[in-house]
């Protein structure tokens, strides 16, 4: 059986630093200390599933907003009560700088907006810091490719949160992009995608103070200065809500980068594009004036790979990936489809989602997305969602992004990473930082990061 650990092996970045405590004779009583930065709607998700792991142990949260911190610090210690312990106290950390200077922390997971997602990354692999991080791995082209040379510089471990690729709770991706990448459907023609979509509020954007628990100012991090207002950043009333940085464009680019981190990087996985790229992107958005949202709504993209590969997404599509080649399709989504109980993996015929035979190209072992993460900190290897492919993913999504906004079509050299002859296009690869205390590549040339 070949095992495809998903292109990270044999890219010369072993061996990683692992912490001294997970060796020795009592090694199998340590864990990885842990710390959660950013403890909102995902960042509580992240933090409840990293201290179900055996190899965790969350040891302290970090968040600008004050009644979020309270919540992270109150879910960890009541999650440890429960499991019988006494006398717990989760450190609190304001600022995620404290966090890396501490020598007792390992690892971190970082749930903070998408704007800020590149520079506290890049901060924690220079502090040697393991790292966990939502997906989409970086707001920008520019932010992903220095994230990458970060933790390659450092070798330290990052796991993406594109969790699709991990057996647990979704084995429909697996199970369909091994299909795919082994033939199944002979020649594969076409890949469409379905990634959901965001509609304006019908609310003009109005400034508000700035509450009192909120560090607003560090919130804003590298994007450009602008007033307060909660539609755009995250409830305050309540910690389950969507947050309004979602639909912002200064904060995040919208349903392209956030649902299509997961289902591109599937998409790419599936056609052994996993360090590739698309060869032409022509996308089309519209974006609403006027409106607390900024990121566009309906959307239609083409994007052609090698191969002559076609890849399609549309607000049109229903969410998850339809795989079309020579010998038939292959479906795949998260769940059940809620109007007609169509199961979340499908095909043309069964045949096609057959048991593969033992020379089949496979996927590494993945049973849980943020234990294999921590397993691979332990093992010293690389994880199944590593940032030399995580980059290109949030590359194909920006760039579609890209030609949404100037309007016409772009050709892509994945190889050097930039646009072919179109300047205003590489201009935004990246955006000049607000401040210079928050320019990712002033941080990478300061730590001698080439």
């Given at each position: 059986?070949?095992?495809?650990?998903?292109?990270?092996?044999?890219?010369?970045?072993?061996?990683?630093?692992?912490?001294?405590?997970?060796?020795?004779?009592?090694?199998?009583?340590?864990?990885?200390?842990?710390?959660?930065?950013?403890?909102?709607?995902?960042?509580?998700?992240?933090?409840?599933?990293?201290?179900?792991?055996?190899?965790?142990?969350?040891?302290?949260?970090?968040?600008?907003?004050?009644?979020?911190?309270?919540?992270?610090?109150?879910?960890?210690?009541?999650?440890?009560?429960?499991?019988?312990?006494?006398?717990?106290?989760?450190?609190?950390?304001?600022?995620?700088?404290?966090?890396?200077?501490?020598?007792?922390?390992?690892?971190?997971?970082?749930?903070?907006?998408?704007?800020?997602?590149?520079?506290?990354?890049?901060?924690?692999?220079?502090?040697?810091?393991?790292?966990?991080?939502?997906?989409?791995?970086?707001?920008?082209?520019?932010?992903?490719?220095?994230?990458?040379?970060?933790?390659?510089?450092?070798?330290?471990?990052?796991?993406?949160?594109?969790?699709?690729?991990?057996?647990?709770?979704?084995?429909?991706?697996?199970?369909?992009?091994?299909?795919?990448?082994?033939?199944?459907?002979?020649?594969?023609?076409?890949?469409?995608?379905?990634?959901?979509?965001?509609?304006?509020?019908?609310?003009?954007?109005?400034?508000?103070?700035?509450?009192?628990?909120?560090?607003?100012?560090?919130?804003?991090?590298?994007?450009?200065?602008?007033?307060?207002?909660?539609?755009?950043?995250?409830?305050?009333?309540?910690?389950?809500?969507?947050?309004?940085?979602?639909?912002?464009?200064?904060?995040?680019?919208?349903?392209?980068?956030?649902?299509?981190?997961?289902?591109?990087?599937?998409?790419?996985?599936?056609?052994?594009?996993?360090?590739?790229?698309?060869?032409?992107?022509?996308?089309?958005?519209?974006?609403?004036?006027?409106?607390?949202?900024?990121?566009?709504?309906?959307?239609?993209?083409?994007?052609?790979?090698?191969?002559?590969?076609?890849?399609?997404?549309?607000?049109?599509?229903?969410n998850g990936l339809h795989f079309e080649g020579a010998d038939g399709w292959i479906f795949c989504t998260r769940g059940e489809d809620s109007n007609d109980r169509q199961p979340p993996l499908r095909a043309s015929d069964p045949k096609l989602l057959t048991p593969l035979p033992a020379d089949a190209v496979r996927w590494a072992p993945?049973?849980?997305?943020?234990?294999?993460?921590?397993?691979?900190?332990?093992?010293?290897?690389?994880?199944?969602?590593?940032?030399?492919?995580?980059?290109?993913?949030?590359?194909?999504?920006?760039?579609?992004?890209?030609?949404?906004?100037?309007?016409?079509?772009?050709?892509?050299?994945?190889?050097?990473?930039?646009?072919?002859?179109?300047?205003?296009?590489?201009?935004?690869?990246?955006?000049?930082?607000?401040?210079?205390?928050?320019?990712?590549?002033?941080?990478?040339?300061?730590?001698?990061?080439?």
């Amino acid at each position: 059986m070949k095992t495809a650990l998903g292109g990270a092996a044999g890219l010369g970045l072993l061996p990683y630093f692992v912490p001294s405590r997970l060796f020795g004779a009592d090694a199998p009583s340590k864990k990885i200390h842990v710390a959660q930065i950013g403890c909102g709607r995902m960042g509580r998700s992240d933090l409840l599933n990293v201290m179900t792991e055996p190899f965790a142990r969350v040891v302290a949260v970090c968040d600008l907003d004050a009644k979020r911190l309270a919540a992270g610090k109150t879910m960890a210690e009541d999650y440890y009560t429960v499991q019988g312990e006494t006398g717990i106290n989760i450190k609190t950390y304001h600022n995620y700088h404290e966090v890396l200077a501490a020598p007792d922390i390992d690892a971190v997971v970082i749930s903070v907006p998408d704007h800020s997602h590149a520079l506290v990354a890049i901060k924690a692999a220079i502090a040697g810091k393991h790292i966990y991080v939502q997906k989409p791995v970086t707001y920008s082209i520019a932010e992903a490719i220095g994230l990458r040379r970060a933790v390659e510089a450092k070798k330290i471990i990052l796991q993406t949160g594109s969790q699709q690729r991990s057996a647990h709770p979704w084995r429909s991706f697996r199970t369909a992009s091994e299909a795919v990448r082994n033939g199944r459907l002979g020649q594969l023609k076409t890949i469409k995608i379905g990634i959901g979509l965001d509609k304006p509020t019908g609310h003009k954007p109005a400034p508000m103070p700035v509450p009192e628990n909120l560090d607003f100012d560090r919130w804003l991090g590298s994007a450009p200065e602008q007033p307060y207002m909660e539609g755009r950043a995250h409830p305050q009333a309540e910690l389950e809500g969507r947050p309004g940085w979602m639909t912002t464009e200064d904060f995040g680019l919208g349903m392209i980068t956030n649902w299509g981190a997961h289902h591109v990087d599937i998409a790419q996985w599936a056609m052994g594009q996993e360090l590739g790229g698309p060869l032409t992107i022509d996308a089309r958005g519209k974006f609403p004036a006027d409106d607390l949202m900024t990121v566009h709504g309906a959307y239609h993209v083409d994007l052609l790979y090698p191969n002559h590969v076609q890849v399609i997404l549309d607000d049109q599509l229903p969410n998850g990936l339809h795989f079309e080649g020579a010998d038939g399709w292959i479906f795949c989504t998260r769940g059940e489809d809620s109007n007609d109980r169509q199961p979340p993996l499908r095909a043309s015929d069964p045949k096609l989602l057959t048991p593969l035979p033992a020379d089949a190209v496979r996927w590494a072992p993945s049973k849980s997305h943020y234990g294999n993460w921590l397993e691979s900190i332990v093992a010293n290897q690389p994880p199944i969602a590593p940032i030399q492919q995580s980059t290109r993913s949030l590359e194909a999504c920006a760039a579609a992004w890209i030609s949404m906004k100037l309007k016409h079509k772009l050709t892509w050299d994945a190889a050097a990473e930039r646009f072919l002859g179109d300047d205003a296009a590489n201009a935004m690869r990246s955006r000049k930082a607000r401040k210079p205390e928050y320019d990712f590549e002033l941080v990478l040339k300061q730590a001698e990061i080439v």
